[in-house]
């Protein structure tokens, strides 16, 4: 069966850390790997990520994806309040030439100040 | 604002009735996905639809189905509504189908009663 996997499933850190948010998954026909944060509203994209070893970044966001263990994770350097949120990845696969949607059941972050 | 937007914000029913949930997708966007988000069972893709056919089903009952207009907007009716129905649905767009990252709209909070 195909699946996403997130770990922690909750985090909560001081204002300041680091975290590393994982995802891991097993898909047929894997084509992208999507993070996304969702506060109290829609979930908003962060980043798409097709090929391994190539790290995306935005301020103080990156990710990176390891198609050989078949993960990604998500850095979040110097936290912000701001940053408290869901995190959902999200794995695009292919089956009998539709695209299908798998999302991991999320990691909750909280940033205390 | 992601540009998606969906129709109603709020929608509160009985057992046993009908709705018709409405997606506008993003200007230039072709397919329009749909999701439900329950508090136990996370994030679901139901159903994907791409310039007026469906692409890929998910996790979509029986009792719900969806269409797409030839002016891209989308509809999603749920009859004879359960309890367990209560949720937040979203729609989103994304240009073309396969590697595309998706745009959700605000969602549409369905109490049923």
């Known amino acids: 069966e195909d699946k996403v996997v997130q770990s922690p499933l909750s985090l909560v850190v001081h204002e300041g850390d680091t975290v590393t948010l994982n995802c891991s998954y097993e898909v047929t026909n894997f084509r992208s790997l999507l993070w996304y944060k969702q506060e109290k509203k829609a979930p908003t994209f962060l980043f798409m990520l097709t090929s391994s070893g190539i790290e995306k970044k935005s301020g103080r966001l990156s990710s990176i994806l390891d198609k050989k263990e078949l993960s990604s994770i998500l850095n979040i350097t110097a936290t912000q309040t701001g940053d408290s949120a869901i995190y959902l990845c999200a794995v695009i696969h292919i089956i009998q030439g539709a695209q299908k949607l798998v999302f991991g059941q999320g990691t909750r972050l909280t940033i205390n100040p | 604002d992601s540009g998606v937007t969906q129709t109603p914000k709020h929608l509160i029913t009985a057992t046993g009735q009908r709705v018709t949930l409405r997606c506008s997708p993003r200007s230039g966007d072709l397919s329009v996905y749909w999701y439900q988000q329950s508090l136990d069972q996370g994030l679901q893709f139901l159903i994907q639809y791409y310039n007026g056919e469906e692409r890929a089903k998910g996790n979509i009952l029986e009792r719900f189905s969806a269409q797409q207009f030839p002016d891209l907007h989308s509809e999603l009716n749920l009859s004879s509504l359960e309890l367990g129905d209560s949720a937040l649905y979203f729609c989103?767009?994304?240009?073309?189908?396969?590697?595309?990252?998706?745009?959700f709209g605000p969602g549409t909070r369905l109490l049923v009663l």
């Open positions: 989103a767009s994304s240009q073309r189908w396969g590697q595309e990252t998706q745009y």
